[in-house]
């Protein structure tokens, strides 16, 4: 705990049909703020056919969350969507308390979890266009934030209060991003160079991309049961049963109503995906629901223009299941049960990758004269050997190979 913990919310949403969606979201905006360190004091739901424009609930509903703010002993409210300048100043000034939005808490989280320059670079960067957009109109309630959830990051300077200083500032950030974007697109055509096939893992956020990476590279990147426990792009190594080597790079999770300043700001790494051979939807079985958490993976795929390749869906956390429930992906090529706490399946899904990658390689059969014995080494390293036989001419090869080591 820490000096930002402890703080007391009213979660708020608007809806204007789907309850059941709405408590799930708001279920959701609860494990964001617990991720923040924050507290969910009480919730607080109205049904309307669009938010008020002048204080998201409409003003009478403003007057019961005051005494339910004061029953629970709250220190603000956290709206589940985004409020504009106006929503956040008027609310603000008849609570006299705290208003955060589901945005602000997502930026704040980010801000908490960055831990490499890019990331850092790019969550403030975030943060400056979410903000200098509500200078004008509502600095009393940007003000009353004080410390706490929701002012990580440039929040408690100068900045805060200063659109010039923060329009000089993304711009100099604007500079530093695009220079590490080149650098990232360099170590991109090495890879894509290299033939090694790349795979790309995606998925909604907590649903075990980290704890799947690991159990399949034997590696130990940090993986907690906490939404966007990491945010930087890793990349480790696995040697496949045929003795292909694959690269996998687990990406920045998604989650719903991600905010787009988020989307711009995290694109380079975000894009991952689309410079992969692969995708690897991973998902969480076992959340009830699964197929909304679904539809934003491929609606944010479909955003950042990630189309065109191949999709396995390995439905994760399947130990947590109770009966034989149907799962299945549409969108998706293949699918898989499994479990990575467990390891339950992670061969099959293993099969299922390295049967992809060889559908993208050319079948050779070929005798290597044994001068020429090097070219061995690289089609272990990028190829699936079939077959490899010493015979007195040179080595004979039945694989499957990049179009590249083909020609």
């Not at 669009?50 to 409409?58: K, L, N, R, V």
């Not at 015979?391 to 179009?403: D, L, N, Q, S, T």
Request: aromatic fraction near 6%; proline fraction near 3%.
């Amino acid at each position: 705990m820490n000096e930002r913990s402890g703080e007391r919310f009213i979660l708020v949403a608007v809806y204007s049909d789907d309850e059941e969606a709405s408590e799930a979201s708001l279920g959701e905006l609860s494990e964001l703020l617990d991720t923040a360190e924050g507290i969910t004091a009480g919730r607080l739901k109205q049904k309307l056919p669009h938010p008020d424009p002048s204080t998201y609930i409409g003003s009478g509903k403003v007057m019961e969350l005051k005494m339910e703010m004061e029953f629970c002993e709250a220190d603000g409210i956290l709206c589940d969507d985004e409020l504009s300048p106006a929503q956040m100043k008027n609310l603000s000034d008849l609570l006299d308390a705290k208003v955060i939005d589901r945005t602000m808490l997502i930026l704040d989280i980010f801000a908490a979890h960055a831990h490499t320059r890019e990331g850092k670079l790019q969550v403030e960067m975030a943060q400056l266009k979410y903000r200098v957009s509500r200078l004008t109109g509502a600095g009393r309630a940007m003000s009353r934030l004080g410390g706490g959830i929701g002012t990580r990051g440039p929040g408690e300077t100068k900045l805060e209060t200063d659109r010039r200083v923060i329009g000089k500032r993304i711009s100099r950030l604007s500079s530093e991003i695009a220079d590490m974007k080149r650098v990232r697109m360099t170590t991109r055509k090495k890879r894509l160079g290299n033939m090694i096939p790349v795979v790309a893992i995606v998925g909604y956020t907590n649903a075990g991309k980290s704890t799947l990476l690991n159990h399949l590279t034997s590696s130990e990147v940090l993986s907690e049961d906490k939404l966007f426990a990491t945010l930087d792009p890793t990349t480790r190594t696995c040697i496949m049963k045929g003795g292909q080597e694959v690269l996998f790079t687990d990406t920045v999770g998604f989650i719903n109503k991600l905010p787009h300043q988020l989307i711009d700001a995290f694109r380079s790494t975000l894009e991952e995906a689309k410079y992969a051979d692969m995708i690897l939807h991973v998902t969480d079985a076992s959340d009830p629901s699964l197929d909304m958490h679904m539809q934003v993976v491929y609606d944010t795929l479909k955003e950042l223009d990630i189309k065109g390749k191949p999709v396995i869906t390995a439905f994760n956390k399947t130990d947590l299941l109770t009966g034989e429930e149907r799962l299945y992906d549409l969108n998706a090529d293949r699918s898989v049960r499994i479990s990575a706490k467990t390891g339950f399946n992670t061969g099959q899904l293993l099969e299922l990758i390295e049967d992809t990658i060889k559908k993208e390689r050319i079948y050779i059969e070929r005798v290597i004269p044994y001068s020429e014995a090097k070219l061995i080494s690289s089609i272990h390293r990028y190829g699936s050997i079939l077959e490899e036989e010493y015979a007195e001419e040179g080595i004979r090869i039945r694989a499957y190979v990049p179009k590249g080591l083909a020609e």
